[in-house]
């Protein structure tokens, strides 16, 4: 029962999505908070493995370290990752971070796996528009970033270069889910700020992007808060 209730709301909300007109550079950012240790995770992982099939959903997760404790260490677990997590957290004034939880545009935070909610949000940023264009070109091991804002923008926002590996299937052997085999999906591996930008005039600004990973970048008011724009690029 679990399962069909899962595929039924994630495939009425790729549905509804589809009804959504968005410009093409127009991507929601969802970011799930993860890890291998967790025994609520798995639901949330699937979750985000079927949001990946909306090309303007950028579903990114990052696995946390305070679950390798139990007996189980998350190969993909960066303490970064935890940091950015207490980021948002502080930046609305809690002292709790949770597993998993969903931050959706940089603003909405779901914690547990909640996918009505989660639908509701992601229709809700689908069906907004964003006052910046963002587009990205490889050359070679370099990436070009340009943006332009009509209207300016009023605040700054942090560039951010995310790489993610697009899938891999672990079988974890101590810990909450010992004995599962669980394919995940978009495994952020690593996020680091580029600059900084006004989004009074144009931006243009090129930063390393060596490997295969797909790169995704994305505009951030200070906080972390409210994403104003991101793009992805194989």
């Not at 799930?32 to 992982?45: E, K």
């Not at 960066?78 to 609305?92: E, G, H, L």
Request: with cysteine; charged share 20%; net charge negative.
């Amino acid at each position: 029962m679990v399962m069909r209730n899962f595929a039924s709301v994630a495939c009425g909300l790729l549905i509804a999505c589809a009804a959504v007109p968005a410009a093409a550079e127009d991507a929601v950012v969802v970011e799930l908070y993860t890890s291998q240790g967790c025994s609520s995770c798995p639901p949330a992982d699937e979750f985000v493995a079927m949001l990946t099939a909306d090309p303007r959903i950028i579903a990114l997760s990052l696995h946390v370290d305070y679950w390798d404790y139990i007996g189980w260490q998350d190969n993909f677990a960066q303490p970064k990752f935890t940091d950015r997590q207490r980021a948002y957290a502080k930046a609305i004034g809690s002292r709790t971070i949770y597993t998993p939880q969903l931050i959706i545009g940089g603003q909405d935070r779901i914690e547990g796996y909640s996918p009505v909610e989660t639908s509701e949000h992601l229709r809700r940023h689908l069906s907004a528009t964003s006052p910046v264009q963002l587009v990205l070109e490889r050359k070679g091991d370099k990436l070009v970033i340009r943006a332009v804002a009509n209207p300016p923008l009023t605040e700054p926002v942090r560039v951010q270069l995310v790489r993610y590996k697009p899938e891999e299937t672990v079988t974890i052997e101590r810990g909450e889910n010992a004995g599962k085999t669980i394919t995940y999906h978009n495994i952020v591996t690593s996020w680091e700020s580029v600059g900084n930008w006004s989004g009074q005039e144009p931006l243009e600004l090129t930063a390393p992007a060596t490997g295969r990973e797909p790169a995704v970048v994305i505009l951030q008011s200070h906080g972390p808060a409210s994403i104003v724009a991101a793009a992805r690029i194989d």
